[in-house]
């Protein structure tokens, strides 16, 4: 064999490439939209609303052709008709964890599966499955550095495999306890409730190691939208579960081990919907339960879309067994009495001391507001 290629058979090769390229749609020098300017994902054509870091040969392409699967991105039809032929996945790598069959309206049944994919054991697939999300998602940096995230992928199943709909990563490691690093629906997908159906898993997930959990922050526009409407849902859906049983008192603690929430984010809720208020005479804070609030909320259940069920017994999952650099409960507890006591600026003024006990918190009034006497 020749040490070097024959320059005859060199320059062949590159023609042929430059003749190949040559028949590769590509955007024009002067266009300053998001690049690549639209993606097809499986049979799905997306536009795409912000520019991925997709290596140079790739990004310019008018579209860019991604295999549903395994995620490899190619540039044309005809690559991805054959690279279809020959790959062997027909659903995300890593370990079932979820799965579940649900009526999204009463014609279309689909079985809806989690998968936790480790973004050590498989960094190529996270790593595209980052560069995919950055095309819809504006404050997204993370594209490469994988292996410290954990992956929850979420799919529908029909019988050609397990088609993505979306998914939300989470650091193996977390000082702050967050739960959520990054999460993302894919467009044809929003609006069907896939969004807060995330959401809820990852607050199962909190639930299930014993933990409370918080996105990351700063959250971005759609997240803080996304996360206050869900923040609200949970508290008043926790508030009627009490009120059909009948409880006469509860705490910001209660309320987070039900949902798995993170202390202040319940306490800045509670602030928002109104449910507490400080009692002039006592200059207490206590619960005031508003019961329009709880009839609205009762109401637009019954009127708006049904939500995706979750159901905690279908979760076949352990937590994550590697080193924890997280809180620790006793100080997940240390935040939860600090939040009990302190939920806002004007809070810390009305009470400069920061002596508001848990007991003057947990009373729920059926119709408005209770506090409980000191011993």
Known sequence: MPDKIPKNLENLFRKA????????????????????????????????WYTSPFP??????LCLYICEFCLQYMKTVKVLKSHYVKCPWH?????????????????????????ETDGNDWKEYCQNLCLLAKLYLDHKTLYYD??????????????????LI????????????????????????????????????????????????????????LGQLSYHAYWKSAILDFFLDQRQKSATKTSIKAI?????????????????????????????WEFALL???LSEHVDKKSTTKKRLPLFPDKLRWDPWKGEMMGVTATESERSGSRAEQLTGDERRNANPSGDTSESELDQVGG???KRKKRG
């Open 17 to 48: 490439r430059e003749r190949a390229l040559e028949k590769i749609p590509t955007v024009e020098e002067d266009y300053d939209g998001p690049l690549p300017p639209r993606i097809q994902l499986g049979d799905k054509k997306i536009i795409t």
């Open 56 to 61: 140079e040969e790739y990004i310019r392409c």
């Open 91 to 115: 659903r995300p790598p890593g370990t079932e964890i979820y799965h579940d069959t649900v009526d999204i309206t009463p014609t279309d049944r689909q079985e809806l599966i989690v998968y």
């Open 146 to 163: 994988v292996e410290p995230f954990l992956f929850y992928v979420l799919t529908r199943r029909d019988k050609f495999g397990d088609h």
């Open 166 to 221: 979306g998914y939300f990563s989470k650091e193996k490691n977390s000082p702050q306890r967050y739960n959520v690093s990054c999460i993302m629906v894919l467009p044809p997908y929003q609006g069907g409730g896939y969004g807060r159906y995330l959401i809820d898993f990852s607050y199962l997930l909190s639930r299930t190691e014993g933990q409370h959990g918080t996105p990351e922050k700063p959250l971005s526009e």
């Open 256 to 284: 987070c081990d039900t949902t798995g929430m993170w202390p202040q984010d319940v306490a800045d809720t509670l602030q928002q919907l109104g449910f507490i208020v400080k009692n002039e005479e006592t200059k207490a």
């Open 291 to 293: 019961q329009d609030k």
């Open 367 to 369: 119709g408005g507001r």
